[in-house]
C-alpha cells in the first residue's frame, strides 16, 4: 500500500521568504509524485510530477520538488513566496499509469504581508 | 484548453433521497477516476474508469454506483444519501494511452445533504 505524509498542516511564511513543504512517501513500487494546489472552494490543479525521470521538477509558478530516494522524500519549494501562493497544497503518489492518487492531508500555506 | 466539466457545483439533498453527479472528461481522455473529500479532508479515491470499463475500486459504498458512458462522460449514482455523504465529489480525467500520469481535475460537485 502507498502513503503519503505531508509534515506540518499550516505553514507561514513572509512575503519574499523560501516556501518549503514537506512531503515524505511510502511505496513498495517505484512512486510517481505529485504535487497539487487547492484555492478555495476550486478543484486541485497540478503543480509538477515526478515519473521517474529527473529527480530536480520544475513545476508551474516557480515551485520545484526534489526526489530524494534515499529519503523517501519530495519536498515543494519556491525561492520567493506571492501573496497569490496561499492556497492548500496537497502531495499524491501513484503506482501506476491510471492508477488511482493517494493523497497526503495537505498542508496550508499562509503568506504574510 | 478544454477542461473537465462536472454538473451540478452544488447540490442539496435530503437524507435518504437520491442524487446523480455527471462529469465529462477532457476530450480523447481515456480514463475517468471519482474522488471524495470532506470537509477540511485530503480527497479520497472513490472508483475509476478506463474505456468504458471499472479499471479500480476504492473506498467507495455499497450505496454508490458509477459508470462510463460510450461518450466517455461519467455518472455517479448516490442513493440512501446519509450526513455523511456531505463532500466535494472530484472527478479527473486522463490520457493512459500516452503516459502522461497526469490527472485533471474538474472543478467539483458541492453536495450538502440534510
Known amino acids: 500500500a502507498q502513503s503519503v505524509t505531508q509534515l506540518g498542516s499550516h505553514v507561514s511564511v513572509s512575503e519574499g521568504a523560501l516556501v518549503l513543504l514537506r512531503c515524505n512517501y511510502s511505496?513498495?513500487?517505484?512512486?510517481?509524485l505529485f504535487w497539487y494546489v487547492q484555492y478555495p472552494n476550486q478543484g486541485l490543479q497540478l503543480l509538477l510530477k515526478?515519473?521517474?525521470?529527473?529527480?530536480l521538477v520544475k513545476g508551474i509558478n516557480g515551485f520545484e520538488a526534489e526526489f530524494k530516494k534515499s529519503e523517501t522524500s519530495f519536498h515543494l519549494t519556491k525561492p520567493s513566496a506571492h501573496m497569490s501562493d496561499a492556497a492548500e497544497y496537497f502531495c499524491?503518489?501513484?503506482?501506476?499509469?491510471?492508477?488511482?492518487?493517494?493523497f497526503g492531508a495537505g498542508t496550508i500555506l499562509r503568506v504574510k504581508s | 484548453a478544454a477542461g473537465v466539466i462536472q454538473s451540478p457545483r452544488h447540490l442539496i439533498k435530503e437524507k435518504r433521497e437520491t442524487a446523480t453527479l455527471k462529469c465529462y472528461p477532457i476530450?480523447?481522455?481515456?480514463?475517468v477516476y471519482w474522488y471524495q473529500q470532506g470537509p477540511g479532508q485530503d480527497p479520497q479515491f472513490l472508483i475509476s474508469?478506463?474505456?468504458?470499463?471499472?479499471?479500480d475500486k476504492g473506498s467507495i459504498p455499497d450505496r454508490f454506483s458509477a459508470q462510463q458512458f460510450s461518450d466517455y462522460h461519467s455518472e455517479l449514482n448516490m442513493s440512501s444519501l446519509e450526513l455523511g455523504d456531505s463532500a466535494l465529489y472530484f472527478c479527473?480525467?486522463?490520457?493512459?494511452?500516452?503516459?502522461?500520469?497526469?490527472?485533471?481535475f474538474g472543478p467539483g460537485t458541492r453536495l450538502t445533504v440534510t
Open positions: 479527473a480525467s486522463s490520457l493512459q494511452r500516452e503516459e502522461s500520469y497526469e490527472q485533471y
Open positions: 511505496s513498495s513500487v517505484p512512486p510517481y
Open positions: 515526478y515519473t521517474s525521470a529527473a529527480t
Open positions: 499524491a503518489v501513484s503506482d501506476g499509469e491510471g492508477n488511482k492518487l493517494v
Open positions: 476530450p480523447r481522455h481515456d480514463t
Open positions: 474508469f478506463y474505456e468504458k470499463m471499472q479499471s
